[in-house]
């Protein structure tokens, strides 16, 4: 728990620093190299939930692409 919150914590400080309009995958967002260091479970996890609170309008400004990538 307290790692997906500073997960989190990380990622809404990047979000501030986003200019609009700009697309992003949660990798990109947090840091490339120190996501990859992260354990599996816990990206899967984060993405899952970054995922649900921005259909769920945590993030209003945020809407998710139509397609996927490998990210």
Known sequence: MQEMKAIFTRI????????SESQF??????????WQQLYIGTRVQAGNL??????????????LLATKDRK
């Open 25 to 34: 995958s949660l990798p990109e967002l947090y840091g490339e190299a120190d």
């Open 12 to 19: 809404e400080e990047q979000l501030k620093k986003q200019p």
């Open 50 to 63: 970054f995922r649900r609170e921005v259909l769920a309008g945590h993030y209003p400004t945020l809407r």
